[in-house]
């Protein structure tokens, strides 16, 4: 089975700093791999994914991740934190080709100092 | 038009009574999902149906049950509602072959 985790549940950056929301997975097979934000009272957005192309993803909103096998994380970046990133974070894996379904993190809320 | 809707968005309701959560997609995506969200756990699978005919457990369902009534419709039902089943709740479609989700706006249960 596979499993996501997502190291700590609060981040507090200041605006313009670098913004890192770290995720780790479990899975036995190649995962694909998802970060969703979720903005206040509303549903979650797909900021970007990993399906087995380039291991450095690009995503919305400036953010990126990079898929790193050897230590099984895909941790979101962003150079410069905005205001307007301040939301809930999920990391999500699928690995059950059957199913498809994603395993979601806990999720890491980003709080963005002015 | 959003293309997977949910209604209602708001509910509350008291213990024992039977609920009906629904969701419509435009999407056209064979695959759908429903999630419950609580703080601090993310989002759970509740039931995933990958056609009309094709209805599955996810890894939280006692106490729900769905129906597809179309491929562009997925309901979930609580038979008689507690209020450890008070959560966010959403539903979800996908397409393959990645599994990429579109997510619903979200319905707020709550059970008193």
């Known amino acids: 089975a596979q499993s996501v985790t997502q190291l700590g549940s609060h981040v507090s950056v200041s605006e313009g700093a670098l913004v890192l929301l770290r995720c780790n997975y479990s899975?036995?097979?190649?995962?694909?791999l998802f970060w969703y934000v979720q903005y206040p009272n509303q549903g979650l957005q797909l900021l970007l994914k990993?399906?087995?192309?380039?291991?450095l993803v690009k995503g919305i909103n400036g953010f990126e991740a990079e898929f790193k096998k050897s230590e099984t994380s895909f941790h979101l970046t962003k150079p410069s934190a905005h205001m307007s990133d301040a939301a809930e974070y999920f990391c999500?894996?699928?690995?059950?080709?059957?199913?498809?379904?994603?395993?979601f993190g806990s999720g890491t809320r980003l709080q963005v100092q002015p | 038009d959003a293309d997977v809707t949910q209604t209602p968005r708001n509910r509350i309701t008291k213990t024992g009574k039977r609920i009906m959560l629904e969701c419509s997609q435009t999407?056209?995506?064979?695959?759908m999902y429903w999630y419950r969200q609580d703080p601090g756990l993310g989002l759970r699978l509740i039931y995933y149906?990958?056609?009309?005919?094709?209805?599955n457990k996810g890894e939280i369902s006692d106490g729900y049950s769905v129906s597809r009534q179309a491929q562009a419709k997925f309901s979930l039902s609580l038979e008689s509602a507690i209020p450890n089943q008070t959560a966010l709740y959403f539903c979800?479609?996908?397409?393959?072959?990645?599994?990429?989700?579109?997510f619903g706006p979200g319905t707020r249960l709550t059970v008193l």
């Open positions: 999407k056209g995506h064979d695959r």
């Open positions: 149906s990958f056609d009309v005919k094709d209805i």
């Open positions: 979800a479609t996908s397409d393959p072959p990645f599994g990429e989700q579109f």
């Open positions: 999500a894996v699928s690995v059950d080709t059957g199913r498809r379904a994603l395993t």
């Open positions: 990993y399906t087995s192309a380039a291991t």
């Open positions: 899975s036995s097979v190649p995962p694909y």
